[in-house]
């Protein structure tokens, strides 16, 4: 295990300096990854100054969430980029070679890249996280300052589960399907407001099939202290953090069902 | 004008087959759109003052938005960005023909086609089942139709621009994603343009933007008097003509100091 994230480093590191290479190229990407991916924030911004709340949310609370998920989904989208990519390496049959090697296959996939560009979202979000910290009128402890990044890590399992069942569908259709992103993307759209605000069969499917509730607003509501009235018990609250991970390791369970079932392509 | 009309046909014809994309693009933004909806009815069930569009008209706002996405130049297209980083662009400079026009020619099928795959079931779909509501009126329906006109050729100016832009910077993304952050915001595409703070509003009627999104969403909504298309037909055109002669300036030094690497 040990050796296995030593080697993942290596990867990582191997990845990191050759985009390093491209110093204006990179800066540039960043601070475009920045600015927009930031106009959604803007956007949410001037709806406020019209409507004041949602649903008795006020800016600085949906800035919490925004912050939590925008965070938890740059990390996500940093770290699968091979995932990303993974349909180009069974059409091609790549994938056979990482079969020869005496590793696991999701680390290999995984540490094929770092993107660093996705710091320009990560970047922003810190910038909203940090700007919500100050404006809330919260009494902020060690218990809430971990669970708001409990809830950070949580959510950026569950964004990699997320990539790493849309490659393993590349096994069984050779192509990535890019309907999956309307639960990465669009996943992070909804969860920039608290779930109480939509609709019940949108809430139902973001907690009982994905548990995308867990990465924002569950801890939110511990965090805030909204949690009396909300029906969700305090457990669950400081508990849903994990349900992240959890989502990591069945995906990863189900990558392992695929590579027993990859046949190459043979090209 | 007959080789730039070619050029346009022969690539709408071939951008017109990328059915797959399409069909996949239109469940993402059939998504999309439910959520902006379930975002806007939760504010409008916040409020009690009075606000600059009703429920109804942002709704159809959202889905006319979802339709003509693709209509928008948010990015550039990877083919020319192939062609520098290549230096095949150098063919490009071999041919009998204006290459402003050229290229001109390319982004308008480009930002037609995929637009009009994905519209056309969305407003299928949206219009019988999600709240899309018909134009307001037949004079809206005939203005909106004149500004989308409007809005395609000052769209294909832009992402012609963009395209240029990609001479100087063969990394990419960089001139690329500052565009479209404006484009994106500015339009009106995020957020309807009346939302914004009152201060903003003359500023974003002089840019160029509202013109891709703004204008003909409200026209055909009846949120602008069909009566006022002369005017913002006629801002459209200019802004059109103005990218125009300052993209074919850039484009002329461009081509002047574009040295290409043999190999």
Not at chain 1, 105 to 123: D, H, K, P, S, Y
Not at chain 2, 23 to 41: K, S
Not at chain 2, 205 to 234: S, T
């Amino acid at each position: 295990m040990l050796d296995e994230i030593r080697l993942y480093f290596r990867y990582i590191g191997i990845s990191v300096r050759s985009q390093i290479q491209y110093r204006g190229s990179f800066l540039m990407m960043s601070i475009g990854h920045f600015l927009i991916t930031g106009i959604e924030f803007v956007g949410i911004w001037i709806l406020f100054q019209r409507f004041g709340n949602i649903r008795g949310w006020s800016l600085a609370e949906v800035a919490l969430c925004y912050g939590i998920v925008n965070i938890a989904f740059s990390i996500s989208d940093a770290t699968t980029r091979g995932f990303d990519m993974f349909g180009l390496m069974v059409k091609s049959g790549d994938f056979d070679r990482l079969l020869l090697r005496p590793r696991s296959t999701a680390l290999q996939v995984a540490g094929q890249e770092l993107t660093m560009r996705r710091i320009g979202r990560f970047a922003q979000a810190l910038i909203v996280l940090l700007w919500s910290a100050h404006a809330l009128d919260v009494a902020w402890s060690p218990a809430t300052i971990a669970l708001t990044g409990a809830a950070a890590l949580g959510g950026a399992c569950l964004f990699c589960g997320l990539f790493v069942l849309q490659a393993t569908l590349a096994f069984w259709t050779v192509e990535t399907l890019e309907i999956v992103n309307t639960v990465t993307y669009g996943g992070v759209e909804t969860a920039q407001f608290p779930l109480s605000i939509y609709r019940p069969w949108l809430r139902r499917f973001f907690t009982g099939v994905i548990p995308l509730a867990t990465v924002s607003y569950f801890p939110a509501l511990a965090i805030l202290g909204r949690g009396a009235g909300s029906g969700v018990p305090p457990a669950l609250q400081w508990g849903a953090p994990l349900a992240g991970v959890a989502f990591l390791l069945v995906a990863l369970q189900v990558w392992k069902l695929g590579v027993r079932h990859y046949t190459s392509t043979g090209s | 004008m007959t080789p730039y009309w070619a050029i346009l046909s022969a690539r709408f014809r071939t951008l017109l087959q990328y059915r797959a994309a399409a069909a996949a693009g239109f469940g993402t933004q059939l998504f999309w759109g439910l959520i902006r909806v379930m975002i806007f009815e939760a504010f409008y069930r916040s409020t009690t003052s009075a606000q600059p569009m009703s429920y109804q008209e942002v709704v159809t706002y959202i889905w006319l938005g979802q339709a003509l996405l693709a209509m928008l130049p948010w990015n550039y297209d990877r083919d020319v960005h192939a062609l520098v980083r290549s230096g095949n662009v150098a063919y490009e400079l071999l041919r009998p023909l204006d290459l402003y026009w050229h290229w001109y020619a390319r982004a308008m099928a480009w930002r037609v086609a995929p637009a009009v795959l994905r519209a056309l079931p969305m407003f299928i779909v949206a219009g019988l089942f999600l709240g899309l509501q018909p134009p307001d009126s037949w004079a809206s329906l005939g203005a909106w139709i004149i500004s989308l006109l409007g809005a395609l050729l000052l769209s294909a100016a832009i992402t012609t621009l963009i395209n240029i832009s990609l001479m100087w910077t063969i990394a990419g993304d960089g001139m690329a994603s500052l565009v479209s952050t404006l484009v994106v915001i500015l339009s009106g595409m995020v957020v309807p343009l009346p939302f914004f703070p009152d201060w903003a509003q003359s500023i974003l009627n002089f840019l160029p933007f509202r013109g891709l999104v703004d204008v003909p969403f409200r026209l055909y909504m009846g949120h602008l008097p069909p009566g006022d298309i002369l005017g913002l037909f006629a801002h459209q055109l200019a802004w059109t003509l103005a990218l125009v002669a300052a993209s074919r300036h850039v484009l002329r030094r461009g081509t002047r100091r574009l040295v290409v690497q043999g190999g």
